[in-house]
């Protein structure tokens, strides 16, 4: 079951219309009724706001199994965080993620279809992209910029971005974010 199902799942059994969750969680009915048809992806900060909403831990949202700690995470043994239908499936590249301070990531984005709007979005932190493979189409506010493999941007996120895959071959690209949404709170300790 993808994140938008879930949203949507519990927002039925908790009698939550959508208006009402747009309305608390300051995201739009629009944006909201893609998400939950895994149109379009979704912030970590948007979903903890979302998840502190319908009154569920953000990992409610993921299948996060915790595997022993090692010092080097193989290759076969990487964990998926989320499957898109959006169109990207993304990798953690670190272990255990709740006693670390950022979350490391590989992303595969799928080709988009491009006349599909792609919705920018905010959140608290900061982020890193080093593209691998492919062109990854990245939007900073009202700009658009492609960067091309071995490109790199590192920026705050409280301004209003996104990326998008708008070639016919699958983009990968290392995205490392603070703060760590996956962090345990001191106090469940």
């Known amino acids: 079951m993808n994140i938008g199902n879930k949203i949507k799942e519990l927002r039925n059994s908790k009698n939550i219309t959508l208006k009402k969750l747009s309305e608390e969680s300051s995201l ?4 909201l009724s893609q998400l939950e048809r895994g149109l379009t992806s979704i912030a970590v900060d948007s979903l903890e706001n979302i998840a502190e909403i319908l ?4 990992s409610y949202f993921f299948d996060v199994q ?9 290759s076969y043994d990487r964990q998926v965080l989320s499957i898109e239908e959006g169109g990207f499936v993304s990798f953690s590249l670190g272990q255990n ?21 792609v919705a920018l979005y905010k959140h608290s932190g900061e982020e890193f992209i080093y ?41 990968k690209f290392i995205t490392v974010n603070s703060p760590n949404y996956f962090k345990r709170d001191l106090n469940d300790k």
């Open 97 to 117: 993620l709740e006693d670390k301070s950022f979350i490391p990531r590989l992303i595969e984005v799928f080709p988009h279809k491009t006349d599909e709007e």
């Open 28 to 31: 739009s009915v629009g944006f």
């Open 131 to 171: 593209v691998l493979e492919g062109i990854l189409t990245l939007y900073i506010d009202n700009d658009m910029h492609e960067l091309y493999p071995g490109d790199s941007i590192h920026m705050n996120s409280d301004i209003v971005h996104n990326w998008s895959n708008n070639t016919n071959k699958t983009v």
């Open 55 to 58: 009154g569920v831990n953000l």
């Open 66 to 74: 915790n595997k022993p700690e090692r010092k080097v995470l193989k």
